[in-house]
């Protein structure tokens, strides 16, 4: 069975397609990042990303169909992300998704953004088996999941403010790096020196499996006031006492959370699992602690149409992809435990 998958929920727009049931794996996907458009504004407009998936969709679809060397008729179901994120872009992925499937006559499956960064790990060449504890870290969720099967999410702990993915972007601004802030933060922590800046590790010793990271960021801008002008060493010594910190309490939430859960496996997903520190640091501990990890290839980590047509087709073969034939509606906000 052949699944098209449109992601469109922030500012890539992807479209891949995923062949299940012996049907090869992932065909082929396309990807178009936002990031230099946003870049000049620091930080997604809204508006401006909608628009720009319009421009994008028929030529990432007409490129996918190029390297599958398949013909639309070939496709038996088209997913597409349906919320969490941005309402307009995820209109533009809902209404191209739901037009073409009318025109071909073919049912779609909406999916949660965030089903298809935990499944993502299913895309490797290594796969986890259900059940597992999944780590999701983006720059809008920061969540600890125990997933029995596919739509079968309960959650174990959550951010009480600011995601990862966003504490990672904030401090990035306050140290006068671009947008994306993440990976320009990690690249400058790797020019600091380990230990130099010590910064609080919010709710590591909380006793549940929540995370806050607000009070991260409001430390680093105090140190940063308090040095008044930054020299370079000065900045990657900060980068990196605040990348410590973050990874430190991602790494110790988790193992926590596989204990708690008496599983053996973690899955590590979204977009600040391409953080190499955290890699490292997860790799280490998890090995002294007999727990199996599992990260998405680095190409799927962050947002991309291969976990959406992933997501559909393990939905469709689950049986869980129900919905109302040519009724469709985003979800902008949508818990992942209602999906
Ligand atoms: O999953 P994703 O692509 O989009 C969302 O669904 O939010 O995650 C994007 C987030 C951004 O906050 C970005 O700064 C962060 O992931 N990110 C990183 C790295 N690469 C991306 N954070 C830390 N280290 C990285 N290497
Ligand atoms: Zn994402």
């Not at 012996?22 to 407009?45: F, I, K, N, P, T």
């Not at 099967?149 to 600011?162: C, F, M, P």
């Not at 690249?187 to 009070?215: H, I, N, Q």
């Not at 193992?255 to 997860?282: F, I, S, Y």
Request: charged share 20%.
């Amino acid at each position: 069975m052949l699944v098209l998958g449109i992601e469109s929920s922030c500012d890539e727009t992807g479209v891949a397609l995923y062949g299940s049931d012996g049907d090869g794996g992932l065909l082929a996907h396309a990807l178009y990042s936002q990031v230099r458009m946003h870049a000049e504004y620091g930080g997604v407009v809204p508006e401006l990303a909608s628009r720009d998936h319009i421009g994008r969709l028929v030529p990432l679809l007409r490129q996918v169909l190029a390297a599958s060397g398949r013909s639309l008729t070939a496709i038996d179901a088209v997913a597409y992300t349906q919320g969490p994120g941005l309402a307009g872009a995820l209109l533009v992925g809902a209404a191209f998704a739901e037009a073409l499937a009318t025109a071909l006559a073919l049912p779609t499956v909406p999916v949660h953004h965030l089903e298809g960064h935990l499944l993502s790990p299913l895309l490797s060449a290594r796969p986890p088996r259900f059940p597992f504890v999944a780590l999701l870290i983006s720059g809008g969720h920061s969540q600890l999941m125990r997933v029995t099967g596919v739509g079968e999410y309960a959650l174990l702990g959550e951010t009480l403010d600011d995601a990862a993915g966003e504490a990672f972007d904030k401090t990035a601004k306050l140290l006068g790096l671009g947008y994306p802030g993440g990976p320009a933060l990690a690249a400058l922590a790797d020019s600091g020196r380990p230990g130099r800046v010590k910064l609080p590790r919010p709710m590591l010793r909380s006793g549940d499996l929540d995370f806050s990271f607000s009070g991260l960021k409001t430390a680093v801008l105090t140190r940063v006031r308090e040095l008044g002008t930054l020299d370079d060493e000065q900045r990657a010594d900060i980068a990196c006492g605040f990348q410590e910190a973050i990874v430190e309490v991602l790494v110790s939430k988790a193992l926590r959370a596989v204990k708690a859960t008496g599983l053996q496996q973690l899955v590590v997903a979204g977009g600040v699992g391409a953080n190499r520190e955290l890699r490292r640091q997860l790799d280490a501990r998890a090995a002294r602690a007999r727990i199996d990890v599992f990260y998405p290839e680095l190409e799927f980590c962050t947002d991309n149409g291969a976990m959406i047509a992933l997501a559909g087709a393990l939905r469709l073969q689950a049986g869980v992809a129900g919905k109302e034939p040519g009724a469709f509606a985003v979800r902008p906000r949508w818990p992942l435990t209602d999906a």
